[in-house]
């Protein structure tokens, strides 16, 4: 068994993923790539569960500005109508005001993950106006309105940095109907069950949000957590690995796959190799199977190209899915 195959879960019993697309007469191939997913590195503030990059405080890779000029090249030369940045915690990037500021022109939607404490920090003061001044759409994490669910995924004290950095946003525009910046928030599990529907899901955070705290923001995202990195040790630390992936196999929607995010999105690492998605950059699974570097790359990926795919990719296909 190599590297790769060791990153994502293996079960004994399990129909391998690849497997069930073939019973399904189904195949995962590459549609007209429209997002460009930039992961600026590992490093992070926090230290949570639920993280399949193992993102936290003690990892120190960080893209530098030689591959952020190649990153920009390139989207120069082919045009993404999306490019999303994430991490770990970009705002933790020294470069970051750079990268946002040459992209901004060559897209129409300009994304940015948050965890929200790395955008607490007195140091990142400067970067909500930058995101004001560039329309910059920001995905913020939070995965409960209760605090001790929140918290035993993220860390102590998380809730209220986290709420507080909510309410700034809002005081600048952000989330607040007709002013143009949005604020969309982003949900998990806690522990190694599915997610809730998320229209309900959405009617409950945003009642809460506003009755305990006065806050708004525009739609949620709530996903199943995926069986990679901190999470999938968890998961075999308390002996729920076996029963999570078999409540995600017998989750398992045809109807999503059609809509997957690896269809039309191509990710590329704080080293500038290229992955179909974050997860199968998480998973090791390079671009199509291929290593390839972004300064190889002249033009979109190539339309029908087979899509890495291993038995992770059960959590994007479960329930609604994760598109």
Known sequence: MNEQQTKSPQLAGSQRFIDRLAEQQLTLTREQTTTLQINTGLLCDLCCRHCHLEAGPQRSELMSRATMEQ????????????????????????????????????????????????LHRSDNKDLIGLFQR??????????ATNAAQLEAQRGVGVMDSSLQMLKRLNAAGYGIAGSGLQLDLVASPSGAFLPSGQEQAEKKFKRDLARKWGLEFNQL??????????????????DNLQSYMEKLTAGF??????????????????????????????????????????????????????????????ACTAGSGFT
């Open 71 to 118: 990153i920009i090249a390139h989207a120069r030369q082919v045009h993404y109508p999306t490019i999303d940045i994430t991490g770990g915690a970009p705002e933790l990037v020294p470069d970051l005001a750079y990268l946002i500021e040459r992209l901004a022109p060559l897209t129409e939607r300009l994304m940015l993950r948050t965890n929200l404490t790395a």
């Open 253 to 314: 929607n045809p109807c999503t796959v059609d809509g997957l995010m690896c269809r039309t999105l191509l990710s590329v690492n704080w080293d500038g190799y290229l992955y179909d998605c974050d997860f199968n950059l998480a998973a090791g699974f390079p671009l199509a199977g291929v290593t390839t570097h972004i300064s190889e790359l002249n033009d979109y990926p190539e339309k029908g190209m087979a899509i890495a795919v291993g038995e992770h990719c059960y």
């Open 221 to 238: 995202y709530i996903f199943a957590n995926m069986p990679l990195g901190r999470f999938l040790h968890w998961l075999q630390k308390s």
């Open 134 to 143: 560039h329309k910059v759409v920001l995905v913020a994490s939070f995965p």
